[in-house]
């Protein structure tokens, strides 16, 4: 790289995040982005990284601070006959294994998360949809 930086690495963000969903959820099936997925007839959850906004903070400097504003969105589905209440459970336990955590992986940077919020969905095609969504910021040296 020019001046001998790391990139800002959004595989690594990807990762990071990817890690401590599969090393702390194992209730149900997860499916990741636009990776194949064999949908179970149960319950399942599906993560997306929404990344919004990334901007310097400093100014001036050799070596600059970037933030990178993101989402991460989980989609809690299972059969809509059985209704949402297991699935808000499921959001609950989501919510948690990132809230107020503070992770990174390979040269990602520090990923910062918020406060997750829980949406109930109409159902659709059989299924009920509960969407976990949490806000994260992520710092990186340039």
């Known amino acids: 790289m020019a001046g001998g930086h790391e990139p800002l690495s959004y595989a690594d963000e990807e990762r990071a995040i990817h890690e401590r969903l599969t090393t702390n959820w194992t209730t149900t099936p997860i499916k990741y982005g636009d990776v194949p997925f064999q949908q179970p007839a149960t319950e399942w959850i ?10 310097q903070i400093d100014l001036g400097v050799t070596n600059p601070l970037v933030r990178h504003d993101g989402q991460i969105v989980m989609q809690v589905f299972g059969p809509a006959s059985s209704g949402v209440r297991v699935l808000k459970q499921y959001a609950d336990t989501l919510g948690a ?28 095609n059989g299924w009920a949809q509960v969407n976990v969504e949490i806000p994260f910021s992520r710092d990186k040296h340039l």
Request: net charge positive; proline share 0%.
């Open 46 to 55: 599906a993560v997306w990284i929404q990344n919004i906004e990334a901007r």
């Open 97 to 124: 294994i990132f809230a107020g955590q503070q992770f990174s992986a390979g040269s990602s940077g520090t990923i910062r998360c918020r406060r997750a919020t829980v949406r109930t969905l109409d159902a659709k």
